[in-house]
């Protein structure tokens, strides 16, 4: 079985405001069906997901040290 393709960097903090994870830009729902998608589901969420991180706040570099 191959593995499924993921954004995922291990950042997971969902800005509140955005409602999208500031790792990897996902919102709440998408991480929780992430392996329920078609491979074209996705491909398609991935292909935003950088507009989506440029309108995420950037977490300050000392939050969570």
């Known amino acids: 079985m191959a593995a499924i393709e993921t954004p995922c960097v291990k950042v997971c903090t969902v800005d509140p405001a955005a409602g999208l994870c500031i790792g ?8 929780g069906d992430w392996t329920r998608y ?14 989506r991180l440029a309108r995420v706040p950037a977490r300050p570099a000392n939050e969570g040290a």
């Open 38 to 51: 078609s491979d074209e589901t996705r491909r398609r969420i991935m292909e935003e997901l950088p507009g």
């Open 24 to 31: 990897c830009g996902r919102t709440l729902t998408e991480i």
